[in-house]
């Protein structure tokens, strides 16, 4: 059986990605957009990983390990084959295929932390969580230093490029590692954070993407994938909706899911940055997406590894 109240947190998770990549009130409210775009939806990513650093946990043998790891690995290289047209004949294209095109930098990241985290799964509770936290300072650090261009030069060219801070290591092995420590420790069983707690945590993600935007000023036109408060909602989110008991034996919302982060970006292309669509591009987006994503589901049925 699966839990229903998950499935759904991913499908609004899903959501959150696609707003985030669209810049959604960027033009019309900028302030307004900065807090969503570099604020709440980036909630979403890190509670993906929440998630599957939770169900990490039964990967305990090596033969669990590598049937985990090649469906992630093959899944990503389908779909850099899928994006290959607009990757293909970019200025980063070692780092592309290093570190993924585009949103693909999630599975990428997710195998490697996944590689990480099942060789350090045995050390001690207090040691793995020290280094979970020195690595999400670490890439935080950096992520700061790049976005408000302490350096000049080479330097600064280096460290704005996402792969410095946004990979396997600063963001994925962290919230992977989360999850798996709620896994471990039964930390879903022992607490139950309210709706409240979790509004609030949520609330200090949007506070925090506030600071930045008008205190710390760091740029408006540059992405923040790494915020503290990240490390307090995400973890809550999570629990709330793992405590809310409600089984399913479908697995189409989490499918549905994967297929709208995967898919999205080409919708987004044909939508926006073609000519093809002039009118009414919001309302055709969500169509044209929702029919692509069940398509997809649906054909995953046929062809395994699509998801």
């Avoid at 490697?112 to 935080?140: D, E, H, N, Q």
């Avoid at 973890?235 to 008991?245: D, Q, T």
Wanted: aromatic residues 18%.
């Amino acid at each position: 059986m699966r839990s229903l109240s998950i499935d759904i947190l991913k499908i609004i998770l899903a959501a959150f990605v696609v707003c985030l990549h669209l810049h959604i009130l960027r033009d019309s409210y900028p302030s307004l957009s900065y807090v969503f775009v570099n604020g709440l939806f980036r909630i979403g990513v890190p509670v993906f990983l929440i998630i599957s650093g939770y169900f990490f946990f039964f990967i305990d043998d090596i033969s669990r390990l590598k049937k985990w790891s090649f469906r992630i690995f093959l899944l990503y290289i389908i779909w850099s084959a899928v994006y290959i047209p607009f990757w293909k004949e970019d200025d980063r294209f070692v780092l592309n295929i290093l570190f993924g095109y585009h949103h693909l930098w999630y599975l990428i990241g997710t195998f490697f932390a996944g590689l990480l985290l099942f060789m350090l799964r045995k050390i001690p509770v207090g040691i793995l969580t020290a280094v979970i936290l020195f690595l999400f300072c670490s890439g935080y650090a950096i992520q700061y230093l790049a976005n408000s261009h302490y350096f000049n030069g080479e330097p600064d060219t280096l460290l704005n490029l996402f792969p410095t801070y946004r990979n396997f290591l600063f963001v994925c092995f962290p919230f992977l590692g989360i999850g798996f420590l709620i896994r471990k420790l039964e930390i879903d069983i022992k607490q139950k954070p309210s709706a409240l707690v979790v509004f609030i945590s949520v609330g200090l993600v949007v506070f925090e993407a506030f600071l930045n935007y008008r205190v710390f000023s760091l740029s408006r036109k540059e992405s923040v994938d790494l915020l503290f408060s990240l490390l307090i909602a995400c973890p809550l989110l999570f629990l709330y909706c793992k405590n809310i008991i409600i089984k399913t034996d479908s697995k189409i919302l989490a499918s549905l899911s994967t297929a709208i982060y995967l898919i999205h970006p080409l919708v987004i292309e044909f939508v926006y940055k073609s000519n093809t669509i002039t009118s009414f591009q919001n309302v055709v987006f969500i169509i044209l997406l929702t029919a692509a994503s069940l398509l997809l589901v649906f054909m995953n049925r046929k062809i395994k590894y699509l998801l």
